[in-house]
C-alpha cells in the first residue's frame, strides 16, 4: 500500500495545476524581461562577418565625408571671403559698404520715421536724401535712390529706434538679432521634425554654409526673419496652437507677397482659429502703418508694389537674378519677351503651383501627424516658387521644407537618403549664378518645383509608422 500511495502520488507532484503554470509563465516572463536588451543584438552583431559590418557602416562613412567636404567648403568659399568683406566695411566707419547695402535702405527709411516724415517713405527722392548720407556706393537710376523701400511702414517703424544708432552699430544689432532668431528657430524645427544624428549635422551644415546665408549676412537683409516666421508658425500649428499659428503667419506681412498662399489655404479650409489670429495681426499692423505713414499709406502701399512688379533692371529689380518663376521664364525667353508676357507665363505655371499645393493639403487638418510635416513644406516650396520678388538670400528659407521632408521619411534609411536633399541644395545655391551665366538657363526653379512635388506625393501617401517628432535631436546636435 506505501507502494501504491508513492506511485499514485508522483503523478500528482509532477502534473501542475493550472494556477501554478500561470504563475510559472509570468516568472518566465519577468525574468526574460529583466535580461538586458542590449544582450541579443550583441550576441547577433557578434556573429555577423566583417564584411557585412563594413557595408553597414559605408552609409554613416560616407555622411561623415560628406558633412566634412561641406564644412571644408563653406569656410573655403562662404566664411573667409564673408570675414574679408566685413572687415573692409567696419573700417569705412560712417559708411555703409560693399556689405550691409540694403540695411542701408532700412536705415534709410528707419531714420525718415524717427525724423517724423514716414509720410515720405516712397517718394524716391526723400529716401535718397537719407541713403546718400548711409552708403558708400554710387547711386544709380535717375531719381539717384540707390533702391526703394519695398517693405510695408511698420517694418519702418520698427527700425527707427536703430536709426539713433550709428549705422554700423545698428547694422551689427540687426544682424545679431536676427540671426538669433534663425539659428534658434532652426534648431527647434529640426528637433520638431525628428531629425537626428549625421542627418540633422548634414542639414545644419549645409543650412549655415549656405550661399543664401551668406547672402542676407553681405547684405543685411531680412531673410533670417522671414525662416523664423515661417518656423513659428509650423511649431505652433504642428502642436495644436491655432490662433498663435495664425498670428505667426500674419507676421509674413513684412513680405506681402508671402503671406497670399497661406491665406487662400486658410480661407479654403475655414481654418477660423487661425484666420482670427491673423485677422489680429494684420489689423495691429495697418494701424500702425497709419500711425507711422499717415492713412494716406493704405493706398499707396499697395499702388506701390504693383507698379513695382513691372519693373526689371531698374530701380534696384534685376528679374533674371530671382529665382521664383518670373525668373525661370526670363532666363528661358530673354529679355526681349518683355515683362507683360514673362508675367503672364509666371501666373498661368503659378497657378500649377497652387494647384500642386492644394492637392498636397486635401482632407482634413491634422497638425499633429507627421504628414503635416509634408504638407507645410508643399505650403512654403508653392509660396517661393509664386513669388515675384525672391532674390537669392531669401532661397535660404529653402532649407525650411527641406528639414520637414526629411523627417517626413518613413525608416532611418529614407531619411539618410534625404539628408541629400539638403546637400543637394546646397550644392545648387552655389553654382546657380555660374550655372545662369555660362547655360543661360534657371535651374533651380525646377528643382525647388521637384521638392513641391516630393512633398504633395509624402502629404498623400498612407499613414506612416510611429511618429518620431516628440525624439527630435536630443543631443546629437548642439
Request: charged content about 15%; overall charge positive; some cysteine.
Amino acid at each position: 500500500m506505501a507502494m501504491l500511495s508513492s506511485q499514485t502520488a508522483l503523478p500528482q507532484l509532477q502534473t501542475p495545476s493550472p494556477i501554478r503554470r500561470a504563475l510559472a509563465l509570468l516568472v518566465g516572463t519577468v525574468r526574460e524581461a529583466r535580461r538586458p536588451a542590449l544582450e541579443p543584438s550583441l550576441l547577433g552583431r557578434k556573429r555577423r562577418p566583417a564584411t557585412t559590418r563594413l557595408i553597414a557602416s559605408a552609409p554613416q562613412a560616407g555622411q561623415v565625408a560628406i558633412l566634412a567636404a561641406m564644412l571644408a567648403l563653406s569656410a573655403i568659399t562662404v566664411w573667409v571671403p564673408l570675414a574679408t568683406t566685413f572687415r573692409e566695411t567696419v573700417q569705412n566707419e560712417d559708411k555703409l559698404g560693399p556689405a550691409l547695402f540694403d540695411f542701408g535702405v532700412f536705415y534709410s527709411a528707419g531714420t525718415l520715421v524717427a525724423e517724423g516724415r514716414g509720410d515720405e517713405l516712397y517718394e524716391p527722392t526723400s529716401l535718397a536724401e537719407e541713403e546718400q548720407q548711409v552708403l558708400d556706393l554710387p547711386l544709380s537710376g535717375d531719381s539717384k535712390t540707390a533702391f526703394p523701400f519695398y517693405n510695408p511702414p511698420v517694418v519702418a517703424g520698427v527700425l527707427a529706434p536703430l536709426a539713433l544708432l550709428p549705422p554700423l552699430v545698428a547694422g551689427g544689432v540687426f544682424l545679431a538679432i536676427s540671426f538669433a532668431v534663425f539659428l534658434i528657430v532652426a534648431l527647434l524645427v529640426a528637433r520638431r521634425a525628428g531629425l537626428q544624428g549625421l542627418d540633422g549635422w548634414i542639414w545644419l551644415a549645409a543650412l549655415l554654409g549656405s550661399f543664401a546665408t551668406a547672402d542676407t549676412l553681405f547684405w543685411g537683409q531680412t531673410a533670417f526673419l522671414v525662416f523664423g516666421i515661417w518656423g513659428l508658425a509650423y511649431l505652433l500649428l504642428s502642436t495644436g496652437r491655432e490662433r498663435a499659428g495664425g498670428a505667426a503667419l500674419a507676421l509674413l506681412a513684412i513680405k506681402p507677397h508671402l503671406l497670399l498662399l497661406p491665406l487662400i489655404l486658410l480661407l479654403w479650409k475655414r481654418r477660423w482659429k487661425e484666420l482670427q489670429g491673423m485677422s489680429a495681426v494684420l489689423a495691429l499692423g495697418v494701424m500702425l502703418s497709419i500711425a507711422v505713414s499717415g492713412i494716406g499709406a493704405v493706398p499707396r502701399y499697395p499702388e506701390f508694389l504693383l507698379q513695382a512688379a513691372s519693373w526689371d533692371d531698374r530701380n534696384g529689380i534685376f528679374v533674371s537674378g530671382m529665382f521664383g518663376w518670373n525668373a525661370f521664364y526670363r532666363s528661358v525667353f530673354g529679355p526681349e519677351a518683355g515683362m507683360t508676357f514673362i508675367l503672364i507665363a509666371s501666373l498661368a505655371m503659378a497657378a500649377v503651383t497652387v494647384g500642386l499645393c492644394v492637392y498636397a493639403w486635401r482632407g482634413s487638418w491634422e497638425p499633429k501627424e507627421r504628414l503635416f510635416r509634408a504638407r507645410f513644406a508643399a505650403l512654403v516650396l508653392a509660396a517661393l516658387l509664386v513669388s515675384p520678388h525672391l532674390y537669392s538670400h531669401e532661397m535660404v528659407v529653402l532649407f525650411l521644407p527641406i528639414a520637414l521632408l526629411i523627417g517626413c521619411m518613413p525608416t532611418a534609411f529614407a531619411q539618410r537618403l534625404a539628408s541629400l536633399l539638403a546637400v543637394a541644395a546646397w550644392t545648387l545655391l552655389a553654382w546657380h549664378y555660374q550655372l545662369l551665366f555660362s547655360t543661360g538657363l534657371n535651374f533651380t526653379t525646377p528643382a525647388v518645383l521637384g521638392l513641391l512635388l516630393v512633398g504633395a506625393l509624402l502629404a498623400r501617401a498612407p499613414a506612416p509608422v510611429a511618429d518620431s517628432s516628440a525624439k527630435g535631436l536630443g543631443l546629437a546636435l548642439p
